[in-house]
């Protein structure tokens, strides 16, 4: 994310993610175990790690169009340092990236270093609270005898592991677990071990929640200014905690299950929140209810539903993450027609042509369009168009807008009839990387009448197709007559006449020429055909 605009992409689409996990959720509440309700989360983090149209675009709410329409909008009454309205702004990471060159000039340019300040100083507050946390087990002091035999005994029991360390703290209230790669078991001091307890940690200690806690926290820093997904990281960690009291209720029988349930409710009115650095059954007294509540709802769940669930991370990801490709031979949807021109310039550059095909169809599809539709005209030029150009073409754009026109003004109606085309022929390349082509569009403007003369016409455009840095192209049209770069609509326009008994006797057809070296041996070719319409 290297602008304010990438940001919002970034966060909206993770926003839209969580939203959908959400829904899902509520219908199959009742049907989905708190295990499998957790790992549908799975889809949220990967929209969070990685960034917006990285692998396509979401097939389900997608909010690009809207908020590049508005970029562009914004943009383009500001002269911002880190952001423009003639290039797309979808994220190139998940994570915030300082820009480079410039200082901020702009409103916008001065909300995204705001955002970067808020980033820093939630980071630090962060760090600083794992500080304050190692800081305190300072004092921490081994336990050993019967009470870590206790420990030992319950993991081998369950198959689970032990911590690399079991210490006893004075800080400590409640036990807890800490530390990603060497991690730690703490207890309060003195405190006799209870093993329903023990085994909520060590099962933690098995599915590295620790782990997964930071993960959350890092994200909260990233997307601190998003109340939405802070409370939907609220969620996350309760429900990690409420999958961690099902695999701990499927360990244990009868009495035992009541007894884990008591315990809950004894830290009901700790008020105290879990720090990411540490795991602990103590989570806040409105949470702890709820896991309660889920407790007594507590049932074995089919392992059918397990797969339904890992059916729905797998759907959710290819259509929230994943998505679908992004082609320039798309059509303008509905929705960027109603926002007009600055909707059609922000859908235009974020679908410029990845392929020499590609650049070549939205190039002829916006010659086409000029006697049918104006909007679909300039949108279609603006995907293949330079950017230094693209200026000039808004201003042209918005002229044509104010004066209403549905088709640009001094076309020839009759130039619509270019049925035959467009034709692209000779391309060959520039030894610079881009290439040159020739376009045609024919059209018969006789009638094969006794007597009367054949008209054929044909349009021709020589262009000159150049890569971007993005890997996106351009396509710039070349005049014939100045040997420099024209207009997309000043064009080569030769009428070839014929008679009934005679093929051409006033001019030669079209003749496309091809060139080639290859091994000190130099060809040319000049194919000659008879047009008949």
Known sequence: MFDLWSFLHQTAAAS????????????????????????????????????????????????????????????????????SPWTPSLPLAGIPIPPAGGLPRSVTDWLFLLYLAGVLLSALWLAAGGLRLRRSLGEAVPVAGARLEAVAALAERFGLSMPRRVVESRAASTPFLVGVVR??????????????????????????????????????????????????????????????????????????????????LSMADDGRRRFPGATTMANGGQNIKARIQAITRFKAFPRGMGLVSVCMVVTLTLSLVVGLPVSAADPLPGAVRLLGPVGSLSYALSHRPATVGGALDAYSKGIYAQYHDVQDCYAYQAMTLPQEQLPDLVEEWRQTDRAGWSVLPGTDPRSASYRTGPIFRGLSYDGEGGYWTQMYFFRDEGGPREGTE????????????????????????????????????????????????????????????????????????????????
């Open 16 to 83: 839209m993610a969580a939203l959908f996990v959400l829904v899902l959720q509520h219908i199959f509440r009742d049907k989905l175990s708190p295990q499998w309700q957790y790992a549908v989360w799975m889809v949220v983090v990967l929209r969070l790690i990685l960034p917006v149209g990285w692998l396509g675009r979401s097939a389900i709410a997608d909010l690009t169009g809207l908020g590049e329409a508005l970029r562009t909008w914004v943009e383009l009454g500001l002269d911002s340092a880190w952001s």
């Open 183 to 264: 991690p730690v078991l703490v207890l309060p001091m003195g405190w006799a071990p209870d093993r329903k307890v023990i085994l909520h940690e060590l099962i933690h200690l098995k599915q590295r929640d620790v782990a997964a806690g930071w993960v959350t926290a890092l994200f909260r820093c990233v997307h601190w200014c998003n109340p939405f997904l802070w409370r939907i990281f609220d969620r996350i960690d309760n429900q990690r905690e409420q999958r961690c009291d099902q695999l701990v209720l499927e360990r244990l029988e009868g009495e035992d299950r009541r007894d884990y349930g008591r315990v809950l």
């Open 454 to 533: 054949h008209s054929i016409g044909y349009r021709r455009h020589t262009l000159h197709l150049q890569r971007r840095e993005d890997g996106t192209w351009t396509v710039s049209p070349l005049s014939v007559q100045t040997g420099r770069l024209a207009s997309p609509f000043e064009w080569e326009q030769i009428r070839l006449t014929s008679y009934d008994n005679l093929p051409f006797p006033s001019q030669e057809p079209p003749v496309f020429t091809w060139h080639g070296e290859a091994d000190g041996v130099e060809l040319e070719l000049w194919p000659e055909a008879e047009l008949r319409v």
